[in-house]
């Protein structure tokens, strides 16, 4: 029974690594749309502006724009979906390897 529970957490952990990857992507591209003139009404930008824009402005809310406004809130993203990825789910599949 303990295999099942194991199976479930490396199931758990690998599809948590996935979304935290395409995550990533899409906030470099947030960030990358950022720095050139991009069409406001083409869908791609609309939707990396949708996805993202929930997350990046409680970070903005949290952390005052530093050094001539500029936006850090990309980068402090990024670093906690690495740290997540790194400390969550590698427990995630140290756990599940210990009860299989």
């Known amino acids: 029974m303990m295999f099942?529970?194991?199976?479930?957490?490396?199931?758990?952990?690998?599809?948590?690594?996935?979304?935290?990857?395409?995550?990533?992507?899409?906030?470099?591209?947030?960030?990358?749309?950022?720095?050139?003139?991009?069409?406001?009404?083409?869908?791609?930008?609309?939707?990396?502006?949708?996805?993202?824009?929930?997350?990046?402005?409680?970070?903005r809310r949290r952390i005052p724009a530093l050094y001539g406004g500029m936006d850090f809130s990309p980068v402090l993203v990024i670093l906690a979906i690495v740290f997540i990825r790194a400390f969550v789910v590698q427990t995630l599949l140290q756990l599940a390897a210990r009860l299989a």
């Open 4 to 59: 099942v529970i194991s199976n479930l957490l490396v199931a758990v952990a690998k599809i948590l690594d996935i979304g935290l990857s395409l995550y990533m992507w899409v906030i470099i591209g947030r960030a990358v749309v950022s720095w050139v003139n991009a069409d406001p009404y083409n869908p791609i930008v609309r939707f990396l502006y949708t996805a993202t824009e929930p997350v990046l402005s409680a970070i």
